[in-house]
């Protein structure tokens, strides 16, 4: 069983590495495909261990949280039921080890919009690629079904 798990894992962690997880975007995009597909061990793998995941509330208040919460719910969920979509995604980054890639986002839930906002990710460069060391969320309390609008290109 542990031989199955790990040749697993293996095949995941090709896949990851096959994709787009060789930049910081790559690997911000890989994180809400993995999402949209229910698969928390494709999460897992691109996020470091313990990496915390908090939200900024519109009223300043701060819950904070970890990634791990946010894989275990994915995993309850199947293909499709959570579709988180960026838009107007921000890279910065002033050397080849560390980035923050800012991304704005709607996200519906079984057919619904249910939200919006903005997430914030600091990524580092490590000895498997580009991996999540940090993640910060703020929901917005603008209509959700116009929000992307003000992220378009004049």
Request: glycine share 10%; with cysteine.
């Amino acid at each position: 069983m542990r031989k199955i798990l790990l040749s697993g894992l293996a095949i995941v962690a090709a896949s990851i590495s096959a994709h787009g997880a060789s930049t910081p975007e790559g690997t911000v995009d890989e994180l809400f495909d993995a999402m949209r597909a229910g698969n928390g061990d494709v999460l897992r793998a691109l996020v470091v261990a313990d990496a915390r995941l908090d939200r900024l509330q519109p009223d300043g208040s701060l819950r904070q949280g970890s990634f791990e919460r946010w894989i275990s719910w994915v995993d309850e969920q199947s293909d499709g039921d959570a579709d988180e979509q960026i838009f107007g995604v921000q890279t910065l980054s002033k050397s080849a080890e560390l980035a923050t890639v800012w991304a704005p986002f709607t996200i519906t839930y079984k057919g619904e919009l249910v939200g919006c906002g903005v997430n914030q990710f600091t990524l580092g460069m490590t000895a498997e690629g580009w991996r999540v060391l940090y993640g910060i969320d703020m929901p917005s309390e603008q209509d959700c079904t116009t929000y992307p609008d003000q992220f378009k290109d004049d």
